[in-house]
């Protein structure tokens, strides 16, 4: 409640408060930029037409009015217009005179006018813009016509200025005097564009014509088309395909007709493709940018492309294979991405020679066939551009190649980046592959590039066990991701129940958890001793297979399935050169007339050692024999002539003794000697020692 004497302030702050608080706008604004002029169409000219630059309040309304009156006249006809032009009628005013023009701008407050200009009715005249009737392009050239003539003014100067098509700055000429102008040393089949304004004598100059298209002529291609591979991260095992880019306007110089592709394979043979711009085949596709061959060139040593049109072609650019091979430890590689650019920078290596020709820095998505490019650069440049825009959580490997003189194309280093990057997704598999008492082994399987939606800097493993979690991290730089990726744990506890997850984590955060149990084994595991037991015993029944068959095979034949080392060996007589002499003297007709078979010094040779079973395997040998069995006078023929005639077989080893050797002529079951002699004779005695009958012959 107001106070006795202070109430008296009330009524003056509502008389003064709307003067304080809410100012009057006051007068607008004067227009500015007063400009006249008298268009003209193609048979006259009529009203003047003048316009103004107005500044009007935004909130009060404001009046435009356009005002004139002759020289040295004091009428003042007013036109009413809009806020920026308005026009003088052709009746208001003389063909031949000047007037005095003004605009006033007046709202609720008061009212202003614009500076005042003097023009002359016959020099604002404005003609309208010249036509272009014709142009050729070879030369490339183009024609006009004014109206200058019909409105009995003198023609005065034009302008031009033209561009290509896909350049907006345009090239001026000035005070062009002439109706034709001409461009020398036009780029070959590109589409030109003309604009032309002219002025009629004393007048104004006209505004500009619309645009003039006009396309050059053609001329045979230049330069080289840019190709490139694309292959996989592992050049060795991996199918590289051809890409090539549009030739730019100034290179192709034409319309380009198609690509000759001349593919040089590893055995020595080539094959050349030709691909049509107008009708690909199916061995190519195209993304208006772009060209890419999809056949594979896996056992292709180099390839070859030149673009051509109706008038030549450019010259070949060769492109060798890629050398698989290990990458340099220089130079290193940055990368600065985002969704709209990539940069990609790098130092010179300090082993680079001047061998190198040109840098060649090439991006492709993760997945196979998706989108990619490459820049080449000269071996002086260190940096390159790539425009976007870049998918979010999307891979791109980034390559450094270089290029020597002699076009050998090698890998220098490799980059992964990312515009955005994401959390990952989980690993697709982790299980146990080796479990012990204490320790156990994990793999599992990385996050595929196209869902890993971020660099993986490493994936965590923990373990839990009652309650006693421990984390583990795996460095990604100690992991082998094209082979599969492992991790032992050490120091548990024997029989112990376990649980243990993984998950890959990115600058974004860590993916889901994977898990899964296991348990450690109570006492070590020996099933890798069963194999070797059940070896041995196969080796142990085998063994006694084969003895058990030798014995009951027969005393007098050797058993295959026992080894040599087995058998005794002793002479063989069948080698001996005696029985062969009296072999040749008793088959030979009247020899036993010459003389007595004798042989004073007798030449021992060297026999043949056999081997026989031992007595330890041979149970006949226990055996005493009284006279000769039937199967032991007899004996196969063989092939050896000392053996023919040899009919006495020992039956401990199977061979003739030289005890119980006879002559051919004898019957073949008599025997040499009784069972006495053999008791009390040896064989080797029976041999070397004379006989009865050679010491009756020397006495």
Known sequence: MATPTTWWLLPVLLVTFPYCCCSSPGPPTPPSNL??????????????????????HPDIPTIYTLHWKPENEEEE???????SDGFIRRENFESHGELRVWVQAQNQNSSVKSQEIVIHTQHIIKPPPPTIT??????????????????????????????????????????NLSSSYGVTEPQPSTVYVFQVRCKCDPSLISDWTPDFRIKS????????????????????????????????????????????????????????????????????????????????????????????????????????????????????????????????SWNPSSKVSDSIKQYVVQYKECLPGSGSDWIKVDNKQTRVFFKGPFKKYTSYQVLLFAV???????????????S??????????????????????????????????????????????????????????????????????????????YTVWIRAVTAAGPSEKVNTTFKTNHQEDYAFVAPIVV??????????????????????KECPLLPQCLYEKVPDPSNSQIFKQMKRQINEPLTWMRGPLYEPYPTISVLEVVEIKSKVFDPDMMKKENGCH?????????????????????????????????????ERNDCWSSSEEEQSTSGYEKHFMPSPLEIMHEN
């Open 630 to 666: 039937l199967m032991d006078c007899q004996d196969d023929q063989q092939e050896d002539p000392t053996r023919e005639n040899s009919d006495s077989t020992d039956s401990r080893y199977g061979r003739k003794e030289y005890s119980k050797m006879v002559d051919s002529d004898e």
């Open 420 to 497: 955005v990057q994401g959390v990952p997704s989980k690993v697709p598999s982790f299980k146990v592959s080796d479990l012990g008492r204490t320790e156990v082994t994990l793999v599992w399987e990385p996050v595929p590039c196209s869902n890993q939606r971020g660099v993986i800097l490493y994936y965590e493993i923990g373990l839990n066990m009652q309650g006693d979690p421990k984390h583990i991290s795996v460095p990604v730089r100690n992991i082998n991701v094209t082979s599969g990726t492992t991790c032992k744990l050490k120091a548990l506890s024997p029989g112990q129940e």
């Open 535 to 556: 070896i041995v015993l196969l080796v142990i029944i085998i063994a006694l297979i084969s003895f058990i068959l030798c014995v009951f095979h027969g005393a007098r």
């Open 77 to 83: 006809p007013v036109t009413y217009g809009n806020s």
């Open 404 to 418: 020597s003189n002699l076009n050998e194309i090698s890998q220098l280093a490799t980059a992964t980046g990312y």
């Open 35 to 56: 400009e006249c002029c008298r268009p003209c169409n193609q048979t006259h000219c009529s009203d003047i037409k003048c316009i103004w630059d107005p500044k009007p």
């Open 134 to 175: 014709s142009g050729d392009g070879d030369p490339l050239e183009i024609h006009w016509s004014t109206i200058c003539g019909k409105l009995e003014f003198n023609v005065g100067v034009c302008d031009i200025r033209y561009r290509t098509e896909n350049d907006q700055n345009w090239i001026w000429t000035d005070y």
């Open 217 to 344: 002529a053609e001329s045979s291609p230049v330069g080289e088309v840019d190709a490139w591979w694309d292959c996989g991260l592992l050049l060795s095992n991996s199918d590289c395909f051809l890409n090539w880019k549009n030739l730019s306007i100034s290179q192709a110089r034409g319309y380009i007709l198609g690509y000759e592709i001349t593919v040089f394979y590893i055995n020595g043979t080539k094959r050349l493709i030709n691909v049509s711009t107008d009708n690909p085949s199916s061995l190519c596709v195209y993304d208006e940018r772009k060209w890419r061959l999809i056949s594979s060139l896996k056992d292709v040593s180099s390839v070859s492309v030149s673009a051509y049109n109706a008038l030549g072609a450019t010259k070949p650019s060769h492109l060798s294979r890629q050398r698989p091979g290990k990458e340099a430890t220089e130079p290193k590689m940055y990368l600065d991405m985002n969704e709209k650019n990539l940069t990609v």
